[in-house]
């Protein structure tokens, strides 16, 4: 089990900056991916950016060069800092991280945070 609570977001004008923060605690040395996704109003969950266990990382188009994903091992902390921000990175962000034991693939997901882009 993984467990992933997201914080940070609210309300950014465009061209703004804001990070987020997620927190994973449970088995997390199993964590073969995590990452971010994001849904917006009437549209379907997408893939915002991962990174893998190797520290390979994965950027949707839309996002790459404003975007970037770190995380803190220490602190069992992943972030996201997303700069240059636009009306249409208006969302729900989701934490995500997929589990593999033995072949065997869970995905788990924060609750949430809403992040909203002024024009």
């Known amino acids: 089990q993984v467990q992933l609570v997201e914080s940070g977001g609210g309300l950014v004008q465009a061209g703004g900056s804001t990070r987020l923060s997620c927190a994973a605690s449970?088995?997390?040395?199993?964590?073969?991916?995590i990452g971010w996704y994001r849904q917006a109003p009437g549209k379907q969950r997408e893939l915002v950016t991962t990174?893998?266990?190797?520290?390979?990382?994965n950027y949707a188009d839309s996002v790459k060069g404003r975007f970037s994903i770190s995380r803190d091992n220490a602190k069992n902390q992943l972030y996201l800092q997303m700069n240059s921000l636009k009306p249409d990175d208006t969302a729900v962000y989701y934490c995500?991280?997929?589990?593999?034991?033995?072949?065997?693939?869970?995905?788990?997901w924060g609750q949430g945070t809403q992040v909203t882009v002024s024009s």
């Open positions: 990174v893998s266990s190797s520290g390979s990382t």
């Open positions: 449970g088995t997390i040395s199993r964590i073969s991916v």
């Open positions: 995500y991280a997929q589990v593999a034991i033995w072949g065997d693939i869970t995905d788990y």
